[in-house]
C-alpha cells in the first residue's frame, strides 16, 4: 500500500469524519475522528500541540459545521502528545469530558516527577548498553516534548469492553496493550468501523518500548496478543491514526506477525558469536548510522524482542557490572 494521506476532512460514515492534521516530524499527519450527533461532538483522539495545530483543527471541524465549544466528549486511544496534546485546550473551551484508560493517565501524572523519570530512564538505558552521550541528548529532548501535551485531567477512565452510545452508534471499548500499556481502541460494531489509534498501523509497526513504570510488562506479548483481540473481531476498515485506513485487518496482522517473528531471529543470531547487551543486539540488527533519537527507538524494539526470547528460555541474561548481557542460554 503507497497510498498517502493529505490533511483535510473526509466523512467515513454517518455524522463520522475523519480529520487530518499535519505534523512535523517523520509522521507528517496525525488523523483524529469525530461523531457527530446533532451539533454535539464526540472526538476520538485530537493531535499534538505544535505551534498552530489547534487553530488548523478548529478550521478543519468549521468545515463539517463544527465548533470546538460544541465538543461534548473525548476519547483518547493513549498518552502520546501526538494523540492527546490538545484535549486539554479543546476541554478548556468545551468542558467536553475527557476519557481515557486509567493506566495511560497515570502515566501522564507521572510524567510531573521529571527527576524520578529521568533515573529511571537513564538506569535503563545504561543497564542495556546505551552510550552516554545518547543518553545524555535524549534526556534533554523530555524537556521540549513537555510542551506538546497541554495539562488536562482525565475524567472518566476507559474500561475494556465498556459500551457506549453515541449518535445511535455503539462504540466498544478494546484494551489494547502494546504501544502502550493503556493503550485502547474503538469498535463501531454496526459500522464495522475499528478507531485503532497506533495499535495497528497500514505501513508501520507501533514502537514497542518497556514501560519503565512497570518493568513486569511486556510489550511484544501483549500486542501480538491485542492483535489477536481484535482479529475476532468482524471489522470491516481499520481508521488508524497514522496513514489511511485499509480494509483487510487479518493480512495486516499476518503481516507484523511475520515482521516481528524475523525480527526476533534476528535478535537471537545476533548472539551467536558472543553475549551482547541489548545495545550491541540492536546495532547488529539497526546498524550503526541512526540519528541519536531513533538509538533509542532501535534499543527499546531490540529490548522487547530479547525479553521474548528469555521468555521463551532461548537467551538468558546475566549482569556484568552496570551492564545486562544477553547470552544464548
Ligand atoms: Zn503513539
Redesign the pocket.
Same mark, same amino acid.
Given at each position: 500500500m503507497t497510498d498517502k494521506i493529505k490533511p483535510g476532512v473526509t466523512e467515513i460514515a454517518d455524522h463520522l469524519y475523519r480529520i487530518t492534521i499535519p505534523m512535523p516530524f517523520r509522521l507528517e499527519h496525525v488523523s483524529v475522528y469525530a461523531l457527530f450527533e446533532g451539533r454535539d461532538i464526540s472526538l476520538f483522539d485530537t493531535g499534538g500541540n505544535f505551534p498552530g495545530t489547534f487553530p488548523v483543527f478548529e478550521g478543519l471541524l468549521k468545515e463539517i459545521g463544527g465548533s470546538v465549544r460544541d465538543v461534548r466528549q473525548i476519547f483518547l486511544t &493513549?498518552y502520546?502528545a =501526538? &494523540?492527546c496534546g490538545i484535549a486539554g485546550l479543546i476541554k478548556e473551551q468545551s468542558r467536553g469530558t475527557i476519557f481515557m484508560s486509567e493506566i495511560d493517565f497515570d502515566t501522564i501524572r507521572s510524567f510531573e516527577q521529571e527527576e524520578l523519570r529521568l533515573q529511571r530512564f537513564t538506569a535503563f538505558c545504561t543497564e542495556q548498553g546505551l552510550n552516554q552521550k545518547t543518553v545524555k541528548m535524549i534526556a534533554g529532548l523530555f524537556k521540549t516534548f513537555k510542551g506538546i501535551t497541554a495539562p488536562f485531567q482525565a475524567d472518566t477512565f476507559l474500561k475494556d469492553g465498556d459500551d457506549m452510545t453515541v449518535d445511535g452508534k455503539i462504540v466498544k471499548v478494546l484494551a489494547t496493550p502494546g &504501544?502502550t500499556r493503556g493503550h485502547c481502541s474503538f469498535f463501531l460494531a454496526e459500522e464495522g468501523i475499528l478507531i485503532g489509534g =497506533?495499535h495497528i498501523l497500514p505501513h508501520i509497526t507501533?514502537n514497542l518500548s518497556p514501560d519503565l513504570l512497570s518493568p513486569a510488562f511486556r510489550p511484544l506479548k501483549s500486542f501480538m496478543d491485542s492483535l489477536e483481540k481484535i482479529r475476532k473481531l468482524p471489522v470491516r476498515k481499520v481508521y488508524p491514526a497514522h496513514g489511511p485506513s485499509f480494509p483487510d485487518l487479518h493480512a495486516r496482522v499476518d503481516e507484523i506477525k511475520v515482521h516481528h517473528s524475523e525480527r526476533k531471529t534476528l535478535a537471537l543470531n545476533a548472539l551467536k558469536d558472543r553475549p551482547k547487551t541489548t545495545a550491541e543486539v540492536s546495532v547488529n540488527i539497526f546498524g550503526n548510522g541512526l540519528p541519536e533519537f531513533d538509538k533509542l527507538l532501535a534499543l527499546n524494539e531490540t529490548y522487547v524482542h530479547l525479553v521474548e526470547l528469555e521468555d521463551e528460555s532461548t537467551i538468558r541474561r546475566y549482569r556484568e557490572g552496570e551492564k545486562f548481557l544477553f547470552a544464548l542460554a
Open positions: &493513549h502520546h =501526538d &494523540h &504501544h =497506533d507501533p
